[in-house]
Each structure stands twice: as C-alpha cells, then as structure tokens.
C-alpha cells in the first residue's frame, strides 16, 4: 500500500462489498518499472518563468552535466580496457597453458568450461575466441572440439558487466535493476549451451550446417579487410601511457610455438626497424622491474578503484539529469512500443541497434556493461535490454571472423567455419528465446537473480565466484581424475538438479500432482532451503554486508519488523512498552511527506478511506489489528 501525501492513502486498499470492510493485501509499487512518473516533474521552475540569468546558468549547467557524463563514459571504457589487461596479466599464461592440453578439450564439457575460465581470466571473449581460432588454423585443434570452447567463451564474457553492476549495491532498488540486466546475458547463454551442446554433440548441428556453407563457394582467396575499433582511437592515448601488451604472444602460448616461463612477459617491447636493439616502448609500466602476476594485481586494484568511481559518479550524474522532460523524453523514446503490427519490430530494431554499437566499439563487454547502470537507475526496460543485449551477441562474432580472415589461406577455411559457428550458435540461441514472447525465459530468469540479490547483497559475489570460478575449477578437476570419476560424480549431480528444478515448477504450476510432503519444502532443515542460515553467518562475519532478508525497496522503518516477514506477524510495537503503532513508524518516507509500506506479504489490512479521522492503531500480543479508528476492520 502507498499513500502518496500524509493522509492521502492508495485506493487500491480500499474495497467495499455490501456495505462491509474487506481485509485486502496492500499493494507493491512495480521495482522493474522505468521512471517514475513523480521523476518527470519539474523540480525546479519552468523555462519560461526563469529571468534571463536563469536560462543561461540553467543552460551552462546542462552542458557541462552533458559534458562531464561524456567525459565519465569514456573513463568508464579506458578502466575497462585497464581491467582487461590486468587480468591478462595475472592470468594469461595460465589460459594458455590450459589451451594447449588437446586431449582434455575432447571432452565438450571440459572445453565449455575451459572457454568459461580462459575468458574469465583474460577478460576478454574476443581474445579467447581469437585464440581458438588461431589454434584451429594451425591445426592443433579441431573444428568439432573448438566448438564448447567458443560456447564457454560466450558465457565467460558476461562477467565483465556483472561485476559492473555491484557498482550499484548501496540502492536495493536500483541494484536488483542492474543485477537482473547484467545477468540477463548470462541467462541466455547458459540456456542457449544447456540447448544446442547436446544437440552438438549428438547431431553436429553446427559443425555441419557450417561445413555446408564453406562447401558452397570458394574461400581461399577472401581477405580481411583488417580490424576498426572506434573506441580504441579515443581510448588508446590514455591506456597505452599505462600498459601495453602482446597479444600474438597469448596466441604463440597457447599453440606451443613460444615459451611460457615465467622470464617470458606479456608486456609489449619496442625494436628499431632492422636491429635487435630493445628500446623502450614508453608506457608506465615497462619501467618497472617486477613481474607481470604482481604489475597485474597492481593494475587489477587500479582499474577496479577507477572502474567504482566512474560508476558512481555516473550513476549520481544520471540521476541529476533524469529530472524534468530528459526523463519523460527518455521514457517515451528509448522504451517506446509502437502500435501494432510495428511493435513486432520494436525489438528486432534494438537488437539492430546493438549489434552495430558492438560491431563499432569491437567488445560486446563495453556495450553491456555501459547498459547495466542505465538500466539500474531505471532508463531503460529489462525488456529493452534483453534484444539490445542479443544484438551484442551477434555483434561480438564478427571479431572472430576477422580473426580469421588473417590466418594463411591453406587454413582459411577451417578458422572461417569456426567463426560461422559462433555466429550460428548465437543466431539459433535467439531463434530459440526470442521470437515467441513466452519463450524468453533469460528475463523471469534474470528478475529472480536480481529480486534475491536485492534481498541479499552478498549473493552477487558468490554467484560471480560460483558460476565464473568454482563451477568451470570443478569441472575441470574432475576432468583431470579421468572419465570414470568424471561420469560417476556428474551425472547424479545433473541428475539431481535437473530433479529439484523439475518438482520446483510442478509446485508452482500444479501442486496437486505431487505428493503432501513434496508440495513445499518446509520438511527440509533451514539451511537447505533457504538463504537465512548464511545470511546470518555473513552479518556476524561482516556487518555492512548483510541487514537481514528484507525487501529491495524498504525504508529504513522496516528495522522495526522481525526479520522473519514470511508470516502474519511482521506487526510490532515500537517499543515494547508501547502497544501504539502508528502509521508513521510503519511507513517509510522522505521529509513524513511520502510514506510507503511495502514488502508485508501475507498481511491483512482493514479499510482505509482516503482522509482517516486518526492515525494510529492498536496491536496486541496476538497481532491482530483492532479498533482502528478509520472505519470498521476485519481481524486478521
């Protein structure tokens, strides 16, 4: 229920049948909503009513704001690119390395999650793709096994935008938003895998169809017409003052053809034309004698400094500009549907849109993770999001292609089916949770991943260390035991999953079919199957990183409710001396002008009409409300 003004209550809650008060359950503002309509009035006077001094500091005042967000936009892409090279720094050799053990990439599972870890550690599903593809060029790796590791590249490469949206953590509201567009790429790409890697392997769906169309015409005499990186012009001035690095070596480790020891760094070294004579190449690092892991965790702490401070002060700029018409103008523009039949095409434009933006700036990364503090102030949909995010998809295949393109032609077609690959995979990943509107599964998906972060903030961090480090390190463990250990510890664990997601749908869809025991899981102990016991443990351990199961878009009153509001009796006294609970210190509000009370599930209010003669109400030890003084009440 929300009452907008002090004494002005939510219609919603009011229902009277036959001359009776009937108990109603109050109602919940949407968190997934874009702009509120209240952020589209103007806070300050009207253009037409400002002197003339007004105009022009009005008028100073947005440029400079426009100016500055352009200026933290690009700071935002060099940490980015920063970010990128630490983590080639500190894990390159050790991507490398794993690319070269042939006989474990036979096993697509192996691969898939080999692909997850090499683009987690290099930060880079570019680089990763572009190594595989190198590989498949000079034979060392074949098309058929290439494949997972492409599809783990996919998923590797998400991490990036999700660890740009725990920039948002400190608003609830705004970090379920950013967490749920962030995940949202990994949703569809882990769906897309779960889908096409059994039918790859089963059909060689994509190996053929892609072999077909190299069959079709001659590609020996292609060329690549060579890599344009818009971002990389403006970005590279202030990067490459820092570090610079080589790439082809990351490549040559990984096919063998260069040493990886330790002596052997990554950083790039300058020669005179025609000498052997090293010079200096200029940029900050070179000059420092320490090896590339530690210069690496230097710049990984550096890069995330500069990548947090970008983020906030983005997303407080946002806000001061997202007031007045900027924001009714965003919200008619960027989430506007046409009417039908063009908005069948609404979504298909924006994934147009994203595709080109990411073929310009050559990193799907940059484009998502630029997405994920829009969405967290709420400018754009998590339904925009999601076609804007699988045009990044198909978008990011082109660096593969022209990958390529520059291998010796004797190899060409080979590295060329590769890419093909990638790019059908994601084209059939879309095909497959997209066109039908109830088949986008990665939105309901990514809304449940953002409401349980919302409620508990340090689950993002451990689904980043789950899904990025400790799922792909396991199954690659478990790899190196052999096959028998492999199968023999897998299986029952997919097994076990796939039975606990098949009876959680069948409880919500149709409790009947199961047995009593089986319709909830209320007989299992509270650490299996709830968050609260590790909650609990994470508040004793760090405070600030846990205040309890609550709702994302509580006030702070809400520390008056027990931290148990599943039950009827989230209503308590103040005090315990008081038996009073007044309004007020249920709602939530700014100033005692808005108050708000969300997140009561299960609770049961009696009328409310829109001017109450009183403010207060009476609870007892048994939490049942009574002798309100709006009117006549239903117990609860």
């Not at 909650?535 to 520390?559: E, F, H, I, Q, Y």
Request: aromatic share 8%; proline share 6%; glycine share 8%.
């Amino acid at each position: 229920m929300t009452a907008k003004k002090s004494g002005e209550f939510s219609p919603a809650v009011v229902v009277d049948q036959n001359g009776d008060t009937r108990v109603v359950r109050p109602v919940e503002d949407d968190p997934w909503a874009t702009l509120p309509e209240d952020m589209c009035e103007h806070s300050g006077p009207k253009w037409a009513e400002l002197s003339p001094g007004g105009k022009v500091r009005r008028l100073c005042s947005g440029v400079a704001k426009g100016a500055l967000l352009l200026f933290l936009l690009w700071l935002f892409v060099c940490s980015l690119d920063l970010l990128s090279a630490s983590f080639r720094l500190v894990g390159g050799r050790q991507a490398g390395r794993v690319f070269r053990d042939s006989d474990l990439l036979k096993n697509p599972v192996v691969g898939l999650m080999i692909g997850v870890l090499a683009t987690v550690l290099v930060q880079s599903s570019s680089t990763s793709t572009s190594i595989v593809v190198t590989m498949v060029g000079t034979g060392l790796l074949r098309v058929r096994d290439a494949i997972p590791i492409v599809m783990g590249a996919n998923i590797g490469t998400s991490v990036t935008n999700t660890v740009v949206s725990l920039g948002q953590a400190s608003d609830r509201r705004e970090f379920r938003r950013a967490f749920a567009a962030a995940t949202i790429h990994d949703m569809f790409n882990w769906l897309a895998v779960i889908v096409l890697l059994p039918l790859e392997v089963a059909t060689g769906y994509l190996e053929k169809t892609t072999d077909a169309i190299m069959s079709s015409g001659d590609w020996h005499h292609v060329e690549g017409a060579g890599q344009q990186a818009f971002l990389q012009t403006i970005t590279k001035p202030f990067t490459e003052l820092l570090v610079q690095l080589d790439k082809k070596k990351l490549e040559e480790m990984a096919s063998g053809q260069t040493n990886d020891t330790d002596d052997v760094s990554l950083l790039k070294t300058c020669f005179e034309k025609n000498s052997t004579t090293q010079e200096l190449c200029g940029y900050l690092l070179e000059r420092i004698p320490w090896s590339d892991t530690t210069l690496g965790a230097c710049l990984l702490v550096t890069s995330l400094v500069l990548l947090c401070g970008c983020l906030v002060s983005l997303v407080r700029l946002l806000h001061s500009l997202l007031g007045g018409p900027i924001a009714s103008l965003l919200r008619r523009g960027i989430n506007a549907e046409p009417p039908f039949p063009y908005s069948l095409l609404t979504g298909y434009c924006a994934m147009a849109v994203g595709c080109c933006l990411t073929v310009l700036v050559q990193s799907s990364s940059v484009f998502t993770s630029a997405l994920t503090p829009l969405a967290g102030v709420g400018m754009v949909s998590l339904e925009r999001i999601y076609p804007l995010t699988l045009g990044a998809n198909i978008g990011t295949t082109t660096t593969g292609l022209l990958a390529a393109l520059a291998a010796p032609p004797s190899n060409l077609r080979d590295t060329l089916q590769l890419a093909f690959c990638h790019l059908f995979f994601n084209l059939t990943g879309i095909l497959l949770f997209y066109p039908v509107p109830r088949t986008r599964l990665p939105i309901p998906l990514a809304k449940a991943l953002g409401n349980v972060t919302a409620e508990y903030r340090w689950f993002s961090i451990l689904y980043l260390l789950v899904m990025f480090l400790a799922l792909p390190a396991s199954v690659f463990a478990l790899s190196m035991a052999g096959p028998v250990v492999f199968a023999c510890v897998g299986v029952p664990l997919v097994l076990f999953v796939c039975l606990v997601l098949l009876v959680n749908v069948v409880q919500r869809r149709r409790p009947s079919l199961l047995p009593l025991p089986l319709r909830t899981w209320s007989f299992l102990p509270e650490w299996a199957r709830s968050l609260d016991p590790l909650d609990r443990l994470v508040a004793r351990v760090c405070c600030c990183c846990s205040d309890g199961p609550r709702r994302a878009d509580a006030g702070p009153a809400l520390g008056l409710l027990p931290s148990n509001t599943s039950q009827v009796n989230i209503l308590q006294p103040v005090s315990a001396s008081s038996s009073v609970l007044t309004l007020d210190s249920v709602a939530c509000g700014v100033g005692g002008e808005y108050h708000t009370m969300n997140g009561f599930e299960n609770v049961a209010f009696g009328q409310l009409p829109t001017t109450p003669k009183k403010r207060q109400g009476k609870a007892d030890n048994n939490n049942t409300i009574h002798d309100w003084d709006f009117g006549n009440t239903t117990a609860l």
